[in-house]
């Protein structure tokens, strides 16, 4: 970035181990439509239950990205500006659930939120009923994609440094008007980016799900939920789903791509 | 070019969106000398048959027995798909059915044993389960099986019988799906086998009803064709029907053709 700079040659061999990556990634996804039955696709993608099962996946990754920008943005910036020492671990253990297979995340959250977990039963006095509901959705989603949007951000902020808050600092503007003015506008892009990889991470979200919050068509049976349901009875069915869902995931992610890549 | 790495990371991130992989067993058994029987089976078999691996590998100790559990059609569609198994023991006909219509089972497929449906709470009973009839509470929180697994269409079926609208409020892909939400206290009352409730010793209880005995699920067994043990494959097939028979009613099993 910054100045135009004339590129450095790449060494040629380069661009064989990145076709072969990207051939590995695409080759599945371009499999899968060898297995749809395309006389149907119409008929399985707008399906009630695939309609209920697509909405219920697009309004809970909705509110979980939300949430994420939310509890993310705050702990990005004292990730990214605090000195503290503790931070080192603090990091670590924040961005656990990127590493948790997400069965396990589901398990750590019943433990805590569940109706015997170590807060379910006073959320369960309150009247807060967790277990089943959407609501679950959206926590397990948000548990699985928080370390998302993090890293994007904190990344950023990283690479943007203080220099611009520090004059504006100098300049009389109080700590939550450089946050608000000058930090968080020099890394938008970083955090768009991490914003639409939460919400991926999110639509695509199954294992912690399917632990915490089981499985019931229109509260609790996201689209993917409802492919891993559908491919035991209905395996055309299940392919289209894929299929529908690959298709939204594109339709994000170049949502945010063109400016990214400008 | 960090802008387009950004980009790729998204794309390749995003991408592994739908489900978890199943387990496949893991480990690779070790030791290279032995030779390795895949026996897949519903997973209401889980107890019975990790006893019944210890006894046919004190016979053998030259055979690596791998247990695969899972819900039948998950089993079913995994060896159509080529996963290589040696046996197949399934919690309910149709899905037998299916792997014979494949022409993927040697002979004909012999049942060992049956099993049939009764309610599971946890321990104290927490919601006052009484009967079938409180399946149909939409204050209870009540899990089953999904109606396209064997058990939800056991599930189904019984509540059929007796007149009851269940009131799920989540419909699991397993057995033992269901069992974990109920253990977990999650759930109020479930729909599982007697056997689920034996094996999981006093962490549920069971409430026998009456019209448990309406749907009885039959359990058939096949050595999978072109097994590269087939012999191995026929003494395992041999041991569940015969000595095996035991371990099955200890746990709560019934009979073949009960």
Request: one cysteine or more.
């Amino acid at each position: 970035m910054g100045a135009r700079t004339r590129h450095v040659g790449l060494p040629r061999w380069i661009h064989v181990p990145a076709l072969l990556a990207g051939v590995f990634v695409v080759l599945p996804v371009a499999a899968l439509a060898t297995r749809i039955a395309w006389a149907d696709l119409p008929g399985l993608v707008t399906s009630p239950a695939a309609r209920t099962a697509l909405g219920l996946s697009l309004r809970t990754s909705a509110a979980s990205t939300v949430l994420c920008l939310l509890l993310g943005i705050p702990l990005a910036v004292v990730l990214a500006r605090s000195e503290a020492r503790w931070l080192g671990p603090a990091r670590s253990l924040v961005l656990l659930p990127l590493v948790l297979p997400p069965v396990v995340g589901g398990i750590a959250l019943l433990a805590a939120f569940g109706r015997q977990g170590l807060l379910g039963t006073q959320l369960e006095a309150w009247g807060v009923q967790v277990a089943f509901s959407t609501i679950a959705v959206v926590m397990a989603q948000t548990f699985v994609s928080l370390p998302f949007l993090v890293v994007s951000l904190e990344g950023a902020l990283r690479t943007a440094g203080e220099r611009y808050d520090v004059v504006a600092a100098s300049l009389g503007a109080a700590p939550t008007t450089v946050l608000r003015r000058v930090t968080l506008p020099l890394v938008l892009p970083g955090l768009a980016s991490g914003a639409v990889l939460a919400f991926a991470r999110s639509l695509g979200e199954f294992g912690a799900t399917v632990t915490f919050a089981g499985s019931l068509e229109g509260t609790t049976r996201t689209l993917p939920l409802l492919i891993y349901n559908l491919r035991v009875t209905d395996a055309d069915a299940a392919v289209a789903m894929s299929l529908l869902l690959v298709v939204v995931a594109v339709v994000v992610i170049s949502l945010v791509r063109p400016r990214g890549a400008q | 070019m960090k802008k387009y790495a950004a980009a790729a990371t998204t794309a390749l991130l995003a991408l592994p969106l739908a489900a978890c992989g199943d387990n496949d067993g893991g480990d690779d058994g070790g030791s290279s000398g032995r030779t390795t029987l895949t026996v897949f089976a519903a997973a209401s078999l889980t107890t019975t048959f990790e006893e019944l691996e210890e006894a046919f590998e004190a016979d053998h100790p030259d055979v690596d027995v791998k247990l695969s559990f899972g819900g039948s059609s998950d089993l079913v569609a995994q060896i159509t798909e080529g996963a290589e198994a040696d046996v197949l023991a399934s919690a309910d006909t149709q899905n037998m059915d299916q792997l014979v219509e494949a022409g993927l089972a040697a002979g004909d497929p012999a049942e060992f044993a049956t099993n049939t449906l009764t309610i599971a709470v946890p321990p104290g009973n927490p919601g006052g389960v009484k009967d079938l009839g409180d399946l149909a509470d939409e204050d209870l929180a009540v899990v089953v099986c999904a109606p396209e697994v064997p058990c939800g269409n056991a599930a189904q079926q019984v509540a059929k019988a007796a007149g009851v609208t269940l009131a799920p409020d989540s419909e699991e892909q397993s057995v033992t799906d269901v069992l974990g939400k109920i253990e977990a206290g999650e759930g109020d009352a479930g729909l599982v086998y007697v056997t689920d409730v034996t094996a999981a010793g006093d962490k549920v209880e069971g409430i026998a009803f009456p019209e448990a005995a309406d749907v009885v699920n039959h359990y058939p067994i096949v050595a999978v064709k072109d097994s590269a043990h087939a012999d191995l494959a026929q003494q395992w097939v041999d041991l569940v029907l015969g000595d095996g028979q035991a371990v099955l009613a200890a746990a709560g099993f019934g009979p073949p053709g009960a």
